[in-house]
């Protein structure tokens, strides 16, 4: 019914900069909140940035200053710019997105498959 597709990850130097999209698509009625989540090898995954659909963002501490999300919501699609980045950012990317469906409107919380990101020191 819905797909949330992730891109723009890849490798890149400290300090260096990626943009990662979220793009949903599908029986969509209205899209809420969205969210990038990471994991890294070994870990639990986190939530790293929030949008709210009046564009209101929070940031995980260890992005903040760095991050940026954004979205479009004409094409349904959501934004992480990731400056600056650490070794330590290196992890796999995933979008998630709360999506109300046609034709009851039942709000449900998707996952897009999850890209990867990979900071070289």
């Known amino acids: 019914q819905v797909q949330l597709v992730e891109s723009g990850g890849g490798l890149v130097q400290a300090g260096g900069s990626l943009r990662l999209s979220c793009a949903a698509s599908?029986?969509?009625?209205?899209?809420?909140?969205m969210r990038w989540y990471r994991q890294a090898p070994g870990n639990e995954r986190e939530l790293v940035a929030t949008?709210?659909?009046?564009?209101?963002?929070n940031y995980a501490d260890s992005v903040k200053g760095r991050f940026t999300i954004s979205r479009d919501i004409t094409k349904n699609t959501a934004y992480l710019q990731m400056n600056s980045l650490k070794p330590e950012d290196t992890a796999v990317y995933y979008c998630?997105?709360?999506?109300?469906?046609?034709?009851?409107?039942?709000?449900?919380?998707?996952w897009g498959q999850g890209t990867q990101v990979t900071v070289s020191s």
């Open positions: 998630n997105a709360d999506i109300s469906t046609y034709p009851l409107g039942v709000t449900t919380g998707y």
């Open positions: 599908g029986r969509i009625l209205r899209i809420g909140t």
């Open positions: 949008i709210t659909r009046a564009d209101n963002t």
